[in-house]
């Protein structure tokens, strides 16, 4: 009869202890940058574990006041996706809007991230990215996806020119906040 030691190894240990470490922090980033849920929509049924979803968030533009995104994206759902775990597709819909006056907090750049998620585990994120058409002073913003080694083609584009609001006749022109 052999002796087999059934006590856990210390790389196990510290394997588990650094996994849990990655993905708590993870949780606690991405946490204070969640956009609002306004929706969702079960699209495909599945018996025991979580269906497959669209999704639809709102998310205000952090540097330009009075701008405000809304996106739709794919939820995967089955044991993968419950336990996040499921690499989530590329396709997403945006759509931006003025909302309020246009205010500007500071100088930007062309192509700027304005928000960005994380769609899967380790290497997949979703970017909302802005810029400006100086000659017709419109906001335009893309969303799209990418990967560590490959990324996606698929993007929406959304435009908000910038128009006046209420009793406010002075209009901001983009060109003098992009750089």
């Known amino acids: 009869m052999t002796f087999r030691d059934t006590r856990p190894s210390r790389l196990k240990?510290?394997?588990l202890a650094a996994l849990a470490g990655?993905?708590?922090t993870g949780s606690v980033a991405s946490a204070a940058d969640e956009p609002d849920l306004i929706f969702r929509r079960s699209t495909v049924f599945k018996w025991?574990?979580?269906n497959d979803k669209l999704a639809t968030y709102a998310v205000d533009d952090p540097e330009v006041q009075g701008v405000a995104c809304h996106f739709t994206v794919p939820e995967r759902g089955g044991f993968k996706g419950w336990l996040g775990l499921a690499e989530e597709v590329s396709d997403i819909s945006l759509a931006c809007r003025q909302v309020g006056p246009i205010k500007f907090s500071d100088k930007l750049e062309q192509g700027d991230d304005m928000f960005r998620k994380r769609r899967s585990l380790f290497f997949k994120k979703m970017q909302i990215v802005r810029g400006c058409d100086t000659k017709r002073n419109v906001l335009v913003?893309?969303?799209?996806?990418d990967r560590i080694i490959e990324g996606s083609p698929k993007n929406s584009t959304s435009s908000v020119p910038i128009m006046p609001w209420g009793a406010e006749t002075e209009v901001a022109k983009c060109a003098d906040y992009f750089k």
Request: charged content about 0%; cysteine-free.
């Open 141 to 145: 913003y893309m969303v799209y996806s």
């Open 48 to 50: 025991l574990s979580p």
């Open 13 to 15: 240990i510290w394997t």
């Open 22 to 24: 990655v993905l708590l």
